[in-house]
């Protein structure tokens, strides 16, 4: 079982920043593909960013590409997403995600089976 728990969300003005970070519990940690989902009101949950088990491949979502960086240090089973020049659109609940099938880095949330509760991130315009 793995249990993750998301922190650093906020609220913050457009062009601002925020830090996102996500704890997990788990002796395989470095293990797993890590990813960042985000939902905003009445849309589908939709992907962010991913990164596989050694943090040399992260992915992004091509509205998010430029601004976003995830990271992942598996000396301290954390996984980070830095969201730089934030626009409103960015306004979601982001949702930490792991993945520990070893089988590619998932852009679904049919990927991952274990999810953070989230943590709210509201960019004012």
């Known amino acids: 079982q793995v249990q993750l728990v998301e922190s650093g969300g906020g609220l913050v003005q457009a062009g601002g920043s925020l830090r996102l970070s996500c704890a997990a519990s788990g002796r395989t940690f470095s293990s797993y593909v890590m990813g960042w989902f985000r939902q905003a009101p009445g849309k589908e949950r939709e992907f962010v960013s991913a990164?596989?088990?050694?943090?040399?491949?992260?992915v992004y979502a091509d509205s998010v590409k430029g601004r976003f960086t995830i990271s992942r240090d598996n000396t301290k089973n954390t996984v980070d997403l830095q969201m730089n020049s934030l626009k409103f659109e960015d306004t979601a609940v982001y949702y930490c995600a792991a993945d520990p099938s070893r089988v590619g880095i998932g852009v679904r949330s049919a990927d991952y089976d274990y999810w953070g509760q989230g943590t709210q991130v509201t960019v004012s315009s």
């Open positions: 990164i596989n088990w050694s943090g040399t491949r992260p």
